[in-house]
């Protein structure tokens, strides 16, 4: 069965600290996405990946930054945790973009205190 | 720009219809559909071209009107596995900027 995994499904950091959130897919796929879920706002994009070592903003990629080394695997980074940034994050990756659907980890819920 | 929904939430009974709506202010390519269960990662259910055209698998399907620049997810005889929280998802007219509606949380009680 396919997957994406992601490393942590709790999180409980605080305020200032750095962040890592780890995501790995076993499906060979180009595309790697990462995404905050919020109450009311759905799914928001915070960064993407097209290929190792690219990376493209999202919507919302201020307080991130991402890294992809390997193909397989997709790291969010917090610079420096805010309490604003506590949500659930949900990584997805794709063969083709949003074409063939994107396939979602179980996500990580992130409190910042 | 995000793709609203309607309604925000619905409850059913078991073996009652529902429709979930998703609309947007721009020409769209595509739409695509979502459900997450609680506790769960969103699963892909289906997605639509340009085209008016209609889809469905089981008894959830959906229609695609591009003139309208909205879609519709029809949930037949609901069963409870039917809960959730179903997400559309919209491409612009050049099949880019792909973004996620807010949601509709759907809760089908026996």
């Known amino acids: 069965d396919v997957k994406v995994t992601q490393s942590s499904r709790y999180l409980v950091k605080r305020t200032g600290e750095k962040v890592f959130l780890e995501c790995v897919q076993d499906m060979d796929h180009e595309n790697m996405f990462w995404y905050r879920q919020d109450p009311g706002l759905g799914l928001r994009l915070i960064y993407f990946s097209y290929d190792v070592k690219m990376k493209e903003k999202g919507d919302i990629p201020e307080g991130y930054s991402v890294s992809r080394e390997k193909k397989e695997r997709f790291s969010l980074i917090l610079e420096s945790a805010s309490t604003n940034q506590t949500s659930m994050y949900l990584c997805a990756s794709s063969l083709e973009g949003p074409k063939y659907g994107y396939t979602f980890g179980s996500g990580t819920r992130l409190t910042v205190v | 720009q995000q793709p609203v929904q309607s309604p925000q939430a619905v409850i059913l009974r078991e073996g009652e219809d529902a429709v979930i709506n998703c609309s947007s202010s721009?020409?769209?390519?595509?739409v695509h559909w979502y459900r997450q269960k609680h506790g769960e990662a969103p699963v892909f259910l289906m997605i639509?071209?340009?085209?008016?055209e209609q889809k469905g698998h089981d008894k959830i399907s959906a229609s695609f009107n591009e003139k309208k620049q909205q879609s519709s997810l029809y949930l037949t005889a609901s069963q409870l596995s039917y809960s959730g929280t179903y997400f559309c998802?919209?491409?612009?007219?050049?099949?880019?900027?792909?973004?996620f509606g807010p949601g509709t949380r759907l809760s089908v009680l026996p």
């Open positions: 998802g919209t491409e612009d007219n050049y099949g880019q900027n792909f973004v």
């Open positions: 721009k020409a769209l390519y595509s």
């Open positions: 639509l071209l340009k085209g008016g």
